[in-house]
């Protein structure tokens, strides 16, 4: 480690695009609150790397999700694991910073902790152990320094067992809307201004579709019955752009399935959405646009949760908010005449459009709205570790 702070190293891992938005923003903020006096190293993204990474290899080696994707992979996950701790020994960086990704991230960290050389360790986005497996709490204190918690009710379940941990922000909060987007989106796809139109986002997994995409069509065959100049917008992500394309070809309401490159403006061109549960609500929160959630899993993962999940509620929202301020129908009770339902109260009564939105402002403040960036207050956390160290070193 260093012995003063003028240009100190980081190390930082994400393996997923989400970990990479994060890593981003905390190494713009690092650079600007150091005035560029800060050396980065580690494995990320396009956009660390456009924040000055130069990663230790492609980042997409860690993006794998589900047990028969993770199998013929895993030689190379291991591999990635041993380079990595290999990597972080050979430098000796002032300070580690994990994002996310706890399979790959805490198998490197202990790693790191078997060879006996001291280093300060970060980890960015706190397990959801107020959701279940509580446990896993003490189990990480017992490797990391700090943790910097997306949400603010998290730092008190990890002060218990020991474990620094400091609420930066949701990175939500710092999206910026287009209202002008809304016309652009409904001019392109030949829209009118007067025109009623859904968006549905039926998850970005091949499972998720496959349980929802089916009830949520229903749902909007109801709804057009009712209001018979709907419009469905379906923004879709790459690896399901055909499939769902294909499925809805034979709804009977006007769908158009676009891209993540049109999400943000098909968000503002919204009357409403009908969403799975999901960061895409807090997304649809920050747009302004009233929605529902439904959502299904299949009847093992449904008992099992009923045994393990404390929490109440699916949506984030309503989880900060202790109430369901956005309307969930989970399991059994995601039928299409349920959404419908809803979905038409919210299109056509406006004091319930206005409640879900006040509502909505709300939990988005809790989150961190009206603040300083997450970036920024994750840039001054790690800062004062490093700082700590420095004097415990001396």
Same mark, same amino acid.
């Given at each position: 480690?260093?012995?003063?702070?003028?240009?100190?190293?980081?190390?930082?891992?994400?393996?997923?695009?989400?970990?990479?938005?994060?890593?981003?923003?905390?190494?713009?903020?690092?650079?600007?609150?150091?005035?560029?006096?800060?050396?980065?190293?580690?494995?990320?993204?396009?956009?660390?790397?456009?924040?000055?990474?130069?990663?230790?290899?492609?980042?997409?080696?860690?993006?794998?999700?589900?047990?028969?994707?993770?199998?013929?992979?895993?030689?190379?996950?291991?591999?990635?694991?041993?380079?990595?701790?290999?990597?972080?020994?050979?430098?000796?960086?002032?300070?580690?910073?994990?994002?996310?990704?706890?399979?790959?991230?805490?198998?490197?960290?202990?790693?790191?902790?078997?060879?006996?050389?001291?280093?300060?360790?970060?980890?960015?986005?706190?397990?959801?152990?107020?959701?279940?497996?509580?446990?896993?709490?003490?189990?990480?204190?017992?490797?990391?320094?700090?943790?910097?918690?997306?949400?603010?009710?998290?730092?008190?379940?990890?002060?218990?067992?020991?474990?620094?941990?400091?609420?930066?922000?949701?990175?939500?909060?710092?999206?910026?809307? *287009? #209202?002008?987007?809304? =016309?652009?989106?409904? /001019?392109?796809? %030949?829209?009118? $201004?007067?025109?009623? +139109?859904?968006?549905? &986002?039926?998850?970005?997994?091949?499972?998720?579709?496959?349980?929802?995409?089916?009830?949520?069509?229903?749902?909007?065959?109801?709804?057009?019955?009712?209001?018979?100049?709907?419009?469905?917008?379906?923004?879709?992500?790459?690896?399901?752009?055909?499939?769902?394309?294909?499925?809805?070809?034979?709804?009977?309401?006007?769908?158009?399935?676009?891209?993540? *490159? #049109?999400?943000?403006? =098909?968000?503002?061109? /919204?009357?409403? %959405?009908?969403? $799975?549960?999901?960061? +895409?609500?807090?997304? &649809?929160?920050?747009?302004?646009?009233?929605?529902?959630?439904?959502?299904?899993?299949?009847?093992?993962?449904?008992?099992?949760?009923?045994?393990?999940?404390?929490?109440?509620?699916?949506?984030?929202?309503?989880?900060?908010?202790?109430?369901?301020?956005?309307?969930?129908?989970?399991?059994?009770?995601?039928?299409?005449?349920?959404?419908?339902?809803?979905?038409?109260?919210?299109?056509?009564?406006?004091?319930?459009?206005?409640?879900?939105?006040?509502?909505?402002?709300?939990?988005?403040?809790? &989150?961190?709205?009206?603040?300083?960036?997450?970036?920024?207050?994750?840039?001054?956390?790690?800062?004062?570790?490093?700082?700590?160290?420095?004097?415990?070193?001396?």
């Amino acid at each position: 480690m260093t012995t003063e702070l003028s240009s100190p190293l980081v190390f930082l891992i994400a393996g997923e695009n989400s970990g990479d938005a994060l890593g981003a923003s905390l190494m713009g903020a690092l650079r600007d609150k150091t005035h560029d006096k800060v050396r980065f190293a580690g494995v990320g993204g396009p956009e660390m790397t456009a924040e000055g990474l130069s990663s230790l290899f492609p980042m997409q080696d860690l993006a794998v999700m589900g047990v028969f994707e993770v199998i013929p992979k895993l030689p190379t996950l291991l591999r990635r694991m041993g380079e990595t701790a290999d990597e972080i020994e050979r430098l000796k960086p002032d300070v580690l910073i994990t994002i996310d990704a706890p399979d790959f991230c805490f198998r490197v960290i202990k790693k790191i902790k078997a060879r006996s050389f001291s280093i300060p360790i970060v980890h960015y986005v706190a397990p959801s152990v107020w959701a279940w497996r509580s446990g896993r709490a003490a189990k990480v204190a017992k490797f990391l320094d700090h943790l910097l918690c997306l949400l603010p009710f998290e730092p008190p379940y990890f002060h218990a067992v020991g474990l620094d941990a400091t609420f930066v922000g949701h990175p939500v909060v710092t999206r910026q809307i *287009d #209202e002008a987007g809304r =016309a652009a989106f409904r /001019s392109r796809h %030949a829209i009118g $201004a007067e025109t009623k +139109v859904m968006c549905v &986002l039926p998850g970005s997994r091949s499972g998720e579709v496959e349980r929802l995409l089916e009830v949520f069509g229903e749902t909007m065959q109801r709804l057009y019955t009712h209001i018979p100049d709907l419009v469905v917008v379906i923004p879709a992500v790459a690896h399901l752009h055909g499939k769902i394309a294909q499925t809805v070809s034979s709804w009977a309401v006007p769908t158009h399935v676009v891209g993540q *490159d #049109e999400k943000a403006e =098909a968000y503002v061109a /919204s009357d409403a %959405a009908l969403a $799975a549960s999901g960061t +895409v609500t807090l997304e &649809l929160a920050m747009a302004g646009v009233v929605h529902v959630i439904g959502y299904r899993v299949n009847a093992l993962t449904a008992f099992l949760g009923r045994l393990l999940i404390k929490t109440p509620y699916a949506n984030l929202i309503n989880i900060c908010l202790h109430r369901e301020a956005v309307p969930e129908f989970i399991q059994d009770q995601c039928t299409a005449d349920n959404l419908a339902q809803e979905l038409e109260r919210l299109l056509t009564d406006e004091r319930a459009r206005t409640a879900q939105r006040h509502s909505a402002i709300e939990a988005l403040t809790q &989150l961190g709205l009206g603040g300083p960036p997450p970036g920024d207050r994750a840039a001054d956390v790690v800062l004062s570790v490093l700082h700590q160290a420095l004097q415990e070193e001396n």
